[in-house]
Nanobody, 123 residues
């Protein structure tokens, strides 16, 4: 069992930056792929970024590539999402997710999800 708690969301002006954190409990974190997803009002949840168990492989949605960076610290059981050059279209609730395994995954088939943290970007 893995429990996930996101933090770091808030209100920021367009062009600003935020760093989201996701703290995980449970012994399987270091053997799990981690992902960030987001859901804007009236829209379906969408993939943002993912990282494999070691941090050696990452993948991003085209809409955030170059602007966002996913990373992890297995010693701290934490995954991060550094978001730069934020745009109003980035406004959403951001969720982290965990999926035991050695791969890297862009689909919604993650086993564990956090409660989400709100990110609001003003124009």
């Amino acid at each position: 069992q893995v429990q996930l708690v996101e933090s770091g969301g808030g209100l920021v002006q367009a062009g600003g930056s935020l760093r989201l954190s996701c703290a995980a409990s449970g012994r399987t974190f270091s053997r799990s792929a981690m992902g960030w997803f987001r859901q804007a009002p009236g829209k379906e949840r969408e993939f943002v970024a993912a990282i494999n168990w070691s941090g050696g492989s990452t993948t991003y949605a085209d809409s955030v590539r170059v602007r966002f960076t996913i990373s992890r610290d297995n010693a701290k059981n934490t995954v991060y999402l550094q978001m730069n050059s934020l745009k109003p279209d980035d406004t959403a609730v951001y969720y982290c997710a965990a999926r035991p395994g050695l791969g890297i995954y862009r689909d919604n088939g993650y086993d564990y999800w956090g409660q989400g943290t709100q990110v609001t970007v003003s124009s």
